[in-house]
């Protein structure tokens, strides 16, 4: 079956910038998202890109796809103790007739002082 | 506007036991999912309801797990005979149509002692 692959842990210093990675196997995704899962609360969405762009920008967000390599990253800028949570990558293939998006398990991003 | 909401919040139960856990999705959003969120893992796909299409319970773990959603709103999801495995985050997400990105509730937490 298709697969999402994450890193489980990032720890950054506040301030500095974050890279959060993801590989994916699907070769049909149509939609890459990304989503921040804070303790005790649901899924919310950040981003999300398509599968033919390279890049999105959104404030402090870059998004960045290898199509070729099937890697995205979310880059988040001058992180803060509030970035702190849980980030899911998720791939989303409706073209191809799953109406079911894959999600990563999540990569816990640790912000300190 | 209002998002989605799920019932009750947390849910502590006795192994055996039977357990009815609640979504309302967003108003007019016709695709409705439910996962599982267990300690340390990703999210877990259980059913999709699309409209009135019959519903893709391919992610169901056991028959002891039934969903259903009644006039193409609120979902309830029913666990019967409940397990200690079945301990978990149980969340639930709608979205406009089957091509949209999804929106999620806050989830119910289960614990089955």
């Known amino acids: 079956g298709e697969d999402v692959e994450q890193s489980l842990f990032l720890s950054v210093r506040e301030g500095d910038s974050s890279v959060i990675n993801c590989t994916y196997t699907d070769s049909s995704s149509t939609y890459l998202y990304w989503y921040k899962q804070e303790p005790g609360a649901g899924l919310q969405l950040l981003t999300y890109?398509?599968?033919?762009?390279d890049m999105k920008q959104d404030q402090r967000l870059t998004v960045l796809l290898n199509k070729k390599d099937k890697h995205l990253s979310l880059r988040i800028a001058d992180t803060q103790t509030g970035d702190s949570a849980i980030y899911f990558c998720?791939?989303?293939?409706?073209?191809?007739?799953?109406?079911?998006?894959?999600f990563g398990r999540g990569t816990s991003l640790i912000v300190h002082p | 506007g209002a998002g989605v909401s799920q019932s009750p919040s947390n849910k502590v139960t006795e192994k055996g036991k039977d357990v009815e856990l609640r979504c309302d999705p967003i108003?007019?959003?016709?695709?409705l999912y439910w996962y599982r969120q267990s300690l340390g893992q990703g999210l877990e796909f259980l059913i999709y309801?699309?409209?009135?299409?019959?519903?893709?319970k391919s992610g169901l773990p056991s028959d002891r797990f039934s969903a259903e959603r009644t006039g193409g709103s609120v979902s309830t999801l029913t666990i019967q005979r409940t397990q200690q495995e079945d301990s978990a985050v149980y969340l639930c997400?709608?979205?406009?149509?089957?091509?949209?990105?999804?929106?999620f509730g806050p989830g119910t937490r289960l614990t089955v002692t």
């Open positions: 309801f699309q409209g009135n299409s019959a519903p893709d």
């Open positions: 997400a709608s979205s406009p149509g089957p091509d949209y990105e999804q929106y």
């Open positions: 998720a791939e989303f293939s409706p073209s191809g007739g799953s109406y079911i998006p894959t």
């Open positions: 108003s007019g959003h016709t695709a």
């Open positions: 890109i398509f599968s033919n762009m």
